[in-house]
């Protein structure tokens, strides 16, 4: 509800959007929307258009076709810079971090969106919001880290670097590419934590607590899938397989997505297992039904939010 009693817009809003290049339809129009408190993992096999519906959701491409609403407005016409980094933000799969620059620059590029060229020139010489650097690595344990060199931290602590950058960054849709592709279980494990920390703390503590962002990530681990995330978007060749909350999906549903593709599991790909065929009914189904259900659904106190957006 807004303030004035009305229903706030989805923080996203895909109306058949479509995306194609020649000789390939990336991904065929698709229509979803996805709440604040939603954290929603896409899966699908290698080339079915994850990269390219996070890039759209990310403005960092357009779609051919179809209209893409952040937060009511439509991504089209926001400005890059500080309007689209306060609604959007993506921790890419090799986290983008660069590795000579100290943790306190890696981790404050992302107030870049916020800033002049200047200031951020200006910063490189003397961190601008050092504080805001400061309050997200003290949060995930690396306090002591500000001025450490990024190529002299470990991979578990760069892991943490990127995400304490989109906690700087504060936007309200956390997009993330594979985070997790090359981290062993445990720190995948700790990644998704962190991840979908950031959308349980978010928002307002009240009789009931409310997040105010959403989580939409790439991944491929059925387990990982089902134990973090609230809903799953099915993709398959560039087609939208399947849009339901996480409680009604199965890892036969997610082994059905990688099978149809008619070359077996990919390497790596652990496959829990499974033998049997899906639950049924998931191929083709229309999009968004799920949108809202899973809103919220891990929403319950919190005992501390982020503090420095
Ligand atoms: N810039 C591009 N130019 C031409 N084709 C592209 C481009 N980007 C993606 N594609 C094609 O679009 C399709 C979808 O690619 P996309 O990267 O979205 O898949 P994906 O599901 O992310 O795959 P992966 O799991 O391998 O990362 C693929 O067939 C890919 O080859
Ligand atoms: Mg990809």
Redesign the pocket.
């Known amino acids: 509800m807004t303030q004035d009693g009305g229903h706030a817009p989805p923080l996203i809003e895909a109306r058949g959007i479509a995306k194609s290049?020649?000789g390939?339809v990336?991904l065929a129009p698709i229509s979803f929307s996805i709440e604040p408190g939603e954290k929603v993992a896409i899966a699908?096999?290698?080339?079915?258009?994850?990269?390219?519906?996070l890039e759209l959701m990310a403005g960092m491409q357009q779609p051919d076709r179809g209209e893409l609403l952040l937060d009511g407005r439509d991504l089209g016409r926001l400005k890059p810079g500080r309007e689209l980094s306060s609604l959007v933000g993506m921790i890419n799969q090799g986290y983008d971090l660069v590795p000579h620059l100290l943790a306190i620059h890696n981790v404050l590029a992302g107030r870049l969106g916020e800033w002049s060229l200047l200031r951020s020139m200006v910063s490189l010489v003397r961190p601008r919001d050092k504080h805001l650097a400061e309050a997200a690595l003290e949060q995930l344990g690396m306090a002591g880290k500000l001025y450490e060199r990024t190529s002299h931290l470990s991979g578990g602590e760069q892991q943490r670097l990127a995400v304490a950058r989109v906690m700087v960054q504060s936007p309200k849709i956390i997009l993330a590419d594979?985070p997790v592709s090359s981290l062993d279980p445990a720190r995948a494990e700790d990644m998704l934590d962190l991840m979908t920390g950031l959308i349980d703390d978010s928002g307002a503590d009240g009789p009931v607590h409310t997040p105010d962002k959403a989580l939409i990530a790439?991944l491929h681990s059925p387990e990982l899938i089902l134990k973090f995330f609230t809903r799953v978007i099915g993709?398959r060749q560039?087609e939208l397989q399947f849009d339901r909350p996480a409680g009604k999906v199965s890892i036969a549903d997610l082994d059905d997505l990688y099978l149809l593709e008619g070359n077996g599991w990919p390497e790596g790909w652990d496959h829990g297992g499974s033998a049997g065929g899906s639950a049924g009914g998931s191929a083709g189904e229309s999009a968004g039904q799920s949108a809202g259900q899973s809103a919220g659904q891990s929403a319950g106190p919190s005992d501390g939010g982020f503090a420095v957006a």
Do not use: D, M, Q, V
Request: aromatic fraction near 6%; charge should be neutral; glycine fraction near 22%.
């Open positions: 290049y020649p390939i990336a699908g096999p290698s080339g079915s258009g994850k990269t390219t519906l594979e790439t993709l560039g």
